[in-house]
């Protein structure tokens, strides 16, 4: 069974530049939840998915913006980058709105 | 607000040296509280969930343990292998979410 995948592994990009992160979640799961961990601020919850719908949002500006797909896959986008969005960014599946959560591998962000 | 606190923030242990991380937590309606071992460079990986004060779970040489204030990951016998960072992380009961409050983790080192 193969897990929640996430691509690119790794990006470097510039300042003012914008992103996009994809999420395919593990088959049969139709809830999604994006991450950011610094080692400063350690995992902080960014937004969740579930049947196409945002649900929840963290404490971030409105340069992070996400989306869920009919097929449940799901992308982030950050918008004009700061240097201090350089994180691992981590993708979460379950097959409900809450209970336990599968992560992926994430995707490392370098703001340069 | 909710919060989730852990302690300690690093710990060595010789090979064979049991010992216990701490996760402290307030929360609004605990829906559960969670476990993940996360390698450096990967994604949380789950170890386990708890649900109501008084319950305990435990795989190979962990244990999780949970009260209405704190729950406990006793290592017995660790090996190198148990190498990682620890983090606790707890989801409420209401609000129809999946959010996870994550701890800043428990990073262990077991020397052979």
């Known amino acids: 069974k193969a897990g929640v995948t996430q691509t690119p592994r790794y990006l470097i990009k ?5 992103v996009t992160l994809s999420c395919s979640p593990i088959s049969g799961h139709r809830s999604v939840s994006w ?18 719908t945002q649900r929840n949002k963290g404490n971030f500006p409105g340069r992070f913006s ?28 379950s097959p409900i709105l809450g209970g336990g959560y599968t992560f992926g591998s994430g995707t490392r962000l370098t703001v340069v | 607000e909710d919060q989730v606190t852990q302690s300690p923030e690093a710990l060595r242990l010789q090979e064979g040296e049991s010992s216990s991380l701490n996760c402290s937590y307030t929360v609004s309606g605990l829906r559960g509280l969670f476990w993940y071992r996360q390698d450096p460079g990967k994604g949380p990986e789950f170890l386990f969930t708890l649900y109501s004060a008084g319950e305990e779970k435990e795989k190979e040489r962990l244990k999780a343990t949970l009260t209405k204030k704190e729950s406990f990951l006793h290592i017995t016998a660790p090996k190198p292998e148990d190498s990682a960072t620890y983090l606790c992380a707890v989801q409420r009961g209401s609000g129809n979410t999946g959010k996870l409050i994550f701890g800043q983790g428990t990073t262990l080192q077991v020397k052979p």
């Open chain 1, 35 to 52: 991450y950011q961990q610094t080692p400063g601020q350690g995992l902080q919850f960014l937004f969740e998915y579930f049947s196409e």
């Open chain 1, 66 to 93: 996400g989306r869920q797909f009919s097929n449940s896959r799901s992308e982030m986008n950050v918008s004009t980058l700061e240097l201090g969005d350089s994180a691992l960014y981590l993708c979460a599946s």
């Open chain 1, 14 to 18: 510039t300042r003012g530049q914008q």
